[in-house]
Protein backbone atom coordinates (compact mmCIF):
# COMPACT_ATOMS: atom_id res chain seq x y z
CA UNK A 1 0.00 0.00 0.00
CA UNK A 2 1.20 3.15 -1.00
CA UNK A 3 1.70 5.70 2.12
CA UNK A 4 0.94 8.82 0.66
CA UNK A 5 -2.57 7.64 0.95
CA UNK A 6 -2.36 7.96 4.63
CA UNK A 7 -0.40 11.08 4.67
CA UNK A 8 -1.70 13.82 7.17
CA UNK A 9 -3.60 17.01 5.60
CA UNK A 10 -4.34 15.37 2.05
CA UNK A 11 -8.11 14.03 2.73
CA UNK A 12 -8.30 18.29 3.90
CA UNK A 13 -6.46 19.41 1.02
CA UNK A 14 -9.20 17.73 -1.06
CA UNK A 15 -12.07 18.98 0.93
CA UNK A 16 -11.04 22.34 0.20
CA UNK A 17 -10.34 21.84 -3.53
CA UNK A 18 -13.84 20.32 -3.60
CA UNK A 19 -15.29 23.41 -1.66
CA UNK A 20 -13.48 25.94 -3.96
CA UNK A 21 -14.27 24.17 -7.09
CA UNK A 22 -17.92 24.05 -5.88
CA UNK A 23 -18.19 27.78 -4.96
CA UNK A 24 -16.47 28.83 -7.93
CA UNK A 25 -19.70 26.78 -9.96
CA UNK A 26 -22.09 28.36 -7.65
CA UNK A 27 -20.97 31.79 -8.84
CA UNK A 28 -20.83 30.55 -12.52
CA UNK A 29 -24.01 29.64 -12.90
CA UNK A 30 -25.81 32.30 -10.73
CA UNK A 31 -23.99 34.89 -12.76
CA UNK A 32 -25.01 32.84 -16.06
CA UNK A 33 -28.63 32.74 -14.80
CA UNK A 34 -29.03 36.15 -13.97
CA UNK A 35 -27.33 37.66 -16.80
CA UNK A 36 -29.93 35.40 -19.04
CA UNK A 37 -32.76 36.09 -17.57
CA UNK A 38 -32.11 39.77 -17.04
CA UNK A 39 -34.20 41.27 -19.67
CA UNK A 40 -37.57 39.76 -17.77
CA UNK A 41 -35.74 40.96 -14.50
CA UNK A 42 -35.59 44.35 -16.11
CA UNK A 43 -39.26 44.27 -17.14
CA UNK A 44 -40.24 43.51 -13.56
CA UNK A 45 -37.80 46.53 -11.88
CA UNK A 46 -39.23 49.11 -13.91
CA UNK A 47 -42.74 47.44 -13.27
CA UNK A 48 -43.52 47.64 -17.20
CA UNK A 49 -42.69 51.22 -17.89
CA UNK A 50 -40.61 50.29 -20.49
CA UNK B 1 -67.21 -7.01 -30.53
CA UNK B 2 -63.49 -8.13 -30.94
CA UNK B 3 -60.90 -6.66 -28.31
CA UNK B 4 -59.57 -4.40 -31.44
CA UNK B 5 -62.21 -2.52 -32.87
CA UNK B 6 -63.33 -2.50 -28.66
CA UNK B 7 -59.91 -0.45 -27.76
CA UNK B 8 -60.41 1.68 -31.62
CA UNK B 9 -63.89 2.50 -29.98
CA UNK B 10 -62.60 4.25 -26.85
CA UNK B 11 -59.59 6.44 -29.58
CA UNK B 12 -62.15 6.53 -32.44
CA UNK B 13 -63.42 9.93 -30.66
CA UNK B 14 -60.14 11.67 -30.12
CA UNK B 15 -58.82 10.57 -33.35
CA UNK B 16 -61.56 12.69 -34.94
CA UNK B 17 -61.70 14.93 -32.83
CA UNK B 18 -57.63 15.27 -33.40
CA UNK B 19 -58.27 15.00 -37.28
CA UNK B 20 -61.43 17.73 -37.41
CA UNK B 21 -58.89 20.36 -35.27
CA UNK B 22 -55.92 19.65 -36.96
CA UNK B 23 -56.58 18.19 -40.74
CA UNK B 24 -59.45 20.42 -41.88
CA UNK B 25 -57.55 23.53 -41.97
CA UNK B 26 -54.27 22.24 -43.35
CA UNK B 27 -56.79 20.55 -46.37
CA UNK B 28 -58.39 24.10 -46.49
CA UNK B 29 -55.53 26.11 -46.38
CA UNK B 30 -54.58 23.79 -49.87
CA UNK B 31 -57.83 24.31 -51.33
CA UNK B 32 -57.59 27.59 -51.05
CA UNK B 33 -54.06 27.54 -52.50
CA UNK B 34 -55.80 26.59 -55.82
CA UNK B 35 -57.93 29.59 -56.13
CA UNK B 36 -57.89 33.30 -57.03
CA UNK B 37 -59.14 34.97 -54.56
CA UNK B 38 -58.26 38.53 -53.79
CA UNK B 39 -60.09 39.93 -50.81
CA UNK B 40 -59.33 43.85 -52.29
CA UNK B 41 -60.72 42.98 -55.03
CA UNK B 42 -64.63 41.62 -54.70
CA UNK B 43 -65.18 42.54 -58.29
CA UNK B 44 -63.21 39.80 -59.43
CA UNK B 45 -65.23 36.28 -58.72
CA UNK B 46 -63.32 33.52 -56.78
CA UNK B 47 -62.41 30.58 -59.17
CA UNK B 48 -60.10 27.60 -59.75
CA UNK B 49 -56.51 28.31 -60.90
CA UNK B 50 -55.07 24.92 -60.48
CA UNK B 51 -51.52 26.00 -59.54
CA UNK B 52 -51.11 29.36 -60.57
CA UNK B 53 -50.30 30.30 -57.00
CA UNK B 54 -47.31 28.05 -56.91
CA UNK B 55 -45.99 28.97 -60.10
CA UNK B 56 -46.61 32.89 -59.10
CA UNK B 57 -43.71 32.31 -56.66
CA UNK B 58 -41.80 29.79 -58.25
CA UNK B 59 -41.43 31.36 -61.54
CA UNK B 60 -37.90 32.93 -62.63
CA UNK B 61 -39.32 35.22 -65.57
CA UNK B 62 -35.64 37.34 -66.34
CA UNK B 63 -33.22 35.04 -65.22
CA UNK B 64 -30.60 37.16 -63.79
CA UNK B 65 -33.37 38.38 -61.62
CA UNK B 66 -34.32 36.17 -58.65
CA UNK B 67 -37.39 36.77 -57.47
CA UNK B 68 -37.63 37.35 -53.67
CA UNK B 69 -39.64 34.44 -52.79
CA UNK B 70 -36.24 32.51 -52.76
CA UNK B 71 -34.66 34.51 -50.75
CA UNK B 72 -37.22 34.39 -48.16
CA UNK B 73 -37.48 30.89 -48.08
CA UNK B 74 -33.60 30.89 -47.64
CA UNK B 75 -33.79 33.54 -44.44
CA UNK B 76 -36.37 30.89 -43.06
CA UNK B 77 -34.23 28.21 -43.65
CA UNK B 78 -30.87 30.44 -42.30
CA UNK B 79 -32.86 31.88 -39.27
CA UNK B 80 -33.68 28.34 -38.29
CA UNK B 81 -30.68 26.61 -39.00
CA UNK B 82 -28.77 29.57 -36.84
CA UNK B 83 -31.01 29.45 -34.26
CA UNK B 84 -31.26 25.75 -33.74
CA UNK B 85 -27.40 25.39 -33.96
CA UNK B 86 -26.61 28.12 -31.56
CA UNK B 87 -29.21 26.68 -29.22
CA UNK B 88 -27.70 23.15 -29.41
CA UNK B 89 -23.77 24.03 -28.35
CA UNK B 90 -24.71 26.70 -26.15
CA UNK B 91 -27.98 24.39 -24.35
CA UNK B 92 -25.25 21.94 -24.12
CA UNK B 93 -22.96 23.61 -23.06
CA UNK B 94 -25.09 25.36 -20.39
CA UNK B 95 -27.06 21.73 -19.24
CA UNK B 96 -23.65 20.58 -18.39
CA UNK B 97 -23.28 23.99 -16.02
CA UNK B 98 -26.38 23.02 -14.84
CA UNK B 99 -25.64 19.47 -13.90
CA UNK B 100 -22.93 20.03 -11.47
CA UNK B 101 -24.63 19.63 -7.91
CA UNK B 102 -24.39 23.20 -6.52
CA UNK B 103 -26.33 24.73 -3.51
CA UNK B 104 -29.71 25.67 -4.65
CA UNK B 105 -29.06 24.92 -8.43
CA UNK B 106 -33.25 24.14 -9.10
CA UNK B 107 -33.08 28.07 -8.50
CA UNK B 108 -31.00 28.43 -11.02
CA UNK B 109 -32.66 26.35 -13.65
CA UNK B 110 -35.64 27.90 -12.69
CA UNK B 111 -34.12 31.41 -13.56
CA UNK B 112 -32.51 30.02 -16.86
CA UNK B 113 -36.07 28.74 -18.15
CA UNK B 114 -37.26 32.52 -17.55
CA UNK B 115 -37.07 33.47 -21.35
CA UNK B 116 -38.62 30.01 -22.63
CA UNK B 117 -42.20 31.25 -20.05
CA UNK B 118 -42.35 34.50 -21.79
CA UNK B 119 -44.36 35.71 -24.94
CA UNK B 120 -43.03 35.74 -28.09
CA UNK B 121 -44.13 39.60 -28.85
CA UNK B 122 -43.36 40.51 -25.10
CA UNK B 123 -39.83 39.64 -25.35
CA UNK B 124 -39.65 40.90 -28.68
CA UNK B 125 -40.82 44.13 -27.41
CA UNK B 126 -38.22 44.12 -24.42
CA UNK B 127 -35.75 43.62 -26.22
CA UNK B 128 -36.65 46.32 -28.55
CA UNK B 129 -37.63 49.03 -26.21
CA UNK B 130 -34.53 47.87 -23.29
CA UNK B 131 -31.54 46.43 -25.11
CA UNK B 132 -31.13 47.71 -28.57
CA UNK B 133 -32.55 50.95 -28.52
CA UNK B 134 -29.66 53.18 -29.54
CA UNK B 135 -30.57 55.98 -27.39
CA UNK B 136 -31.65 54.47 -23.77
CA UNK B 137 -31.20 50.83 -24.56
CA UNK B 138 -28.41 48.78 -23.19
CA UNK B 139 -26.42 48.38 -26.28
CA UNK B 140 -26.21 51.95 -26.79
CA UNK B 141 -25.07 53.23 -23.20
CA UNK B 142 -22.42 50.66 -23.73
CA UNK B 143 -21.57 51.19 -27.08
CA UNK B 144 -21.84 55.10 -26.55
CA UNK B 145 -19.50 54.39 -23.25
CA UNK B 146 -16.57 52.43 -25.50
CA UNK B 147 -16.61 56.27 -27.32
CA UNK B 148 -18.48 54.41 -30.41
CA UNK B 149 -21.33 55.19 -32.39
CA UNK B 150 -24.28 52.84 -31.82
CA UNK B 151 -25.85 51.69 -35.34
CA UNK B 152 -29.37 50.60 -35.60
CA UNK B 153 -29.32 46.76 -34.91
CA UNK B 154 -32.94 46.13 -36.03
CA UNK B 155 -32.28 47.94 -39.32
CA UNK B 156 -28.87 47.11 -40.16
CA UNK B 157 -28.33 43.30 -38.93
CA UNK B 158 -31.90 42.12 -38.89
CA UNK B 159 -31.19 38.72 -39.06
CA UNK B 160 -28.23 38.92 -36.11
CA UNK B 161 -31.12 40.46 -33.88
CA UNK B 162 -34.07 37.93 -34.96
CA UNK B 163 -31.54 34.82 -34.44
CA UNK B 164 -29.99 36.67 -31.16
CA UNK B 165 -34.34 36.80 -29.85
CA UNK B 166 -35.34 33.16 -31.03
CA UNK B 167 -31.83 32.07 -29.58
CA UNK B 168 -32.37 33.89 -25.72
CA UNK B 169 -35.94 32.28 -26.45
CA UNK B 170 -35.81 29.05 -27.35
CA UNK B 171 -32.28 27.82 -25.66
CA UNK B 172 -33.76 26.89 -22.32
CA UNK B 173 -35.89 24.27 -24.27
CA UNK B 174 -32.62 22.49 -25.25
CA UNK B 175 -31.71 23.29 -22.06
CA UNK B 176 -34.82 21.30 -20.27
CA UNK B 177 -34.79 18.38 -22.95
CA UNK B 178 -30.46 17.96 -22.89
CA UNK B 179 -30.48 18.19 -19.09
CA UNK B 180 -32.89 15.66 -18.66
CA UNK B 181 -30.82 12.91 -21.24
CA UNK B 182 -27.77 13.99 -18.59
CA UNK B 183 -29.55 13.28 -15.39
CA UNK B 184 -30.80 9.72 -16.89
CA UNK B 185 -26.73 8.97 -17.56
CA UNK B 186 -26.88 5.84 -14.65
CA UNK B 187 -24.25 6.85 -11.67
CA UNK B 188 -22.19 3.85 -12.11
CA UNK B 189 -21.47 5.15 -15.46
CA UNK B 190 -20.39 8.47 -13.66
CA UNK B 191 -18.29 6.33 -11.10
CA UNK B 192 -16.47 4.10 -13.90
CA UNK B 193 -15.42 7.24 -15.23
CA UNK B 194 -13.65 8.71 -12.15
CA UNK B 195 -12.27 5.49 -11.10
CA UNK B 196 -11.13 5.48 -14.85
CA UNK B 197 -9.13 8.55 -14.49
CA UNK B 198 -10.86 9.96 -17.07
CA UNK B 199 -10.58 13.77 -17.69
CA UNK B 200 -13.44 17.00 -17.83
CA UNK B 201 -12.91 16.70 -21.31
CA UNK B 202 -13.15 13.39 -21.62
CA UNK B 203 -16.15 12.46 -19.56
CA UNK B 204 -18.08 15.05 -21.00
CA UNK B 205 -17.55 15.07 -25.16
CA UNK B 206 -16.65 11.34 -25.47
CA UNK B 207 -18.82 9.84 -23.00
CA UNK B 208 -21.88 12.37 -22.06
CA UNK B 209 -21.82 13.94 -25.81
CA UNK B 210 -22.85 10.65 -27.11
CA UNK B 211 -25.33 8.94 -24.66
CA UNK B 212 -27.31 12.29 -25.24
CA UNK B 213 -27.18 12.36 -29.04
CA UNK B 214 -30.83 11.23 -29.37
CA UNK B 215 -32.33 13.54 -26.87
CA UNK B 216 -30.24 16.41 -29.19
CA UNK B 217 -31.99 15.06 -32.04
CA UNK B 218 -35.54 15.17 -30.07
CA UNK B 219 -34.98 18.54 -29.10
CA UNK B 220 -33.99 19.60 -32.84
CA UNK B 221 -37.25 18.01 -34.20
CA UNK B 222 -39.51 19.96 -31.96
CA UNK B 223 -37.26 23.20 -32.00
CA UNK B 224 -37.64 23.11 -35.94
CA UNK B 225 -41.34 22.71 -35.85
CA UNK B 226 -41.70 25.64 -32.99
CA UNK B 227 -39.01 27.82 -34.50
CA UNK B 228 -39.78 27.63 -38.58
CA UNK B 229 -43.12 29.26 -37.52
CA UNK B 230 -42.02 32.18 -35.06
CA UNK B 231 -43.93 35.34 -36.27
CA UNK B 232 -44.60 37.26 -33.26
CA UNK B 233 -41.25 37.88 -32.70
CA UNK B 234 -40.29 39.05 -36.05
CA UNK B 235 -43.54 41.40 -36.35
CA UNK B 236 -42.52 43.17 -33.00
CA UNK B 237 -39.09 43.79 -33.76
CA UNK B 238 -38.12 44.24 -37.39
CA UNK B 239 -41.35 44.01 -38.66
CA UNK B 240 -39.99 41.97 -41.62
CA UNK B 241 -37.91 44.91 -42.62
CA UNK B 242 -35.55 46.49 -43.81
CA UNK B 243 -37.75 45.89 -46.86
CA UNK B 244 -38.04 41.94 -47.16
CA UNK B 245 -34.49 41.56 -45.40
CA UNK B 246 -35.93 39.67 -42.20
CA UNK B 247 -39.20 38.24 -43.60
CA UNK B 248 -39.61 34.36 -43.04
CA UNK B 249 -42.05 32.44 -44.66
CA UNK B 250 -44.86 32.24 -41.76
CA UNK B 251 -44.63 36.17 -42.15
CA UNK B 252 -44.95 36.71 -45.98
CA UNK B 253 -47.90 34.14 -45.54
CA UNK B 254 -49.53 37.26 -42.77
CA UNK B 255 -48.34 39.95 -45.24
CA UNK B 256 -49.81 38.49 -48.03
CA UNK B 257 -53.10 38.05 -46.04
CA UNK B 258 -53.63 41.07 -44.08
CA UNK B 259 -51.48 43.58 -46.56
CA UNK B 260 -52.18 41.90 -49.90
CA UNK B 261 -55.71 40.55 -49.26
CA UNK B 262 -54.83 37.73 -51.19
CA UNK B 263 -55.84 34.19 -49.41
CA UNK B 264 -54.89 32.07 -52.86
CA UNK B 265 -50.88 33.08 -52.56
CA UNK B 266 -51.12 33.21 -48.64
CA UNK B 267 -52.12 29.53 -48.75
CA UNK B 268 -49.56 28.50 -51.53
CA UNK B 269 -46.91 30.14 -48.80
CA UNK B 270 -48.46 28.35 -46.24
CA UNK B 271 -48.41 24.90 -47.91
CA UNK B 272 -44.77 25.78 -49.20
CA UNK B 273 -43.88 25.94 -45.31
CA UNK B 274 -45.46 22.79 -44.42
CA UNK B 275 -43.59 21.33 -46.91
CA UNK B 276 -40.25 22.59 -46.29
CA UNK B 277 -41.00 21.62 -42.43
CA UNK B 278 -42.17 18.20 -42.93
CA UNK B 279 -38.58 17.60 -45.25
CA UNK B 280 -36.72 18.77 -42.57
CA UNK B 281 -38.38 17.11 -40.09
CA UNK B 282 -38.87 13.59 -41.83
CA UNK B 283 -34.63 13.96 -42.56
CA UNK B 284 -34.48 14.49 -39.09
CA UNK B 285 -36.79 11.53 -37.62
CA UNK B 286 -35.24 8.82 -40.10
CA UNK B 287 -31.69 9.83 -38.60
CA UNK B 288 -32.78 9.17 -35.50
CA UNK B 289 -34.34 5.90 -36.74
CA UNK B 290 -31.45 4.93 -38.28
CA UNK B 291 -29.35 5.56 -34.90
CA UNK B 292 -31.55 3.66 -32.28
CA UNK B 293 -31.60 1.05 -35.43
CA UNK B 294 -28.06 1.11 -35.47
CA UNK B 295 -27.88 1.10 -31.45
CA UNK B 296 -30.21 -2.24 -31.08
Avoid at chain 2, 64 to 74: D, K, L, N, T
Avoid at chain 2, 86 to 97: N, R
Avoid at chain 2, 220 to 236: N, P, R, T, W, Y
Wanted: net charge positive; hydrophobic share 55%; with cysteine.
Amino acid sequence: MSRTHTRPGWGRSARFRKTVRIAALSILIYAMAIIYVSPILYMFISRGQI
Amino acid sequence: MTKKKHDMAFVLPAMVVVAIMTQVPFILTIIYSTLRWNLARPDLPIRFIGFDNYLYFLRVPRFPEIPEFYAIVWQTIFITGATLLLCVITGFMVSILLDNPVPGVNIARTLMLGPFFVMSTASGVIWKATIFNTTFGWYGVLVKSLGLTPIDLLSYRPLFVIILLFWWQWMPFFVLVILAGLQGIPVDLSDAMRIDGTNWLQSTFLVKLPLITNHMRVAVMLGLVFVVKEFGLILVTTAGGPGTRSYTLPYAVYMQVFNASNVGRAGALATFTVILTLLAVNLLYRSLRRRRAAEA
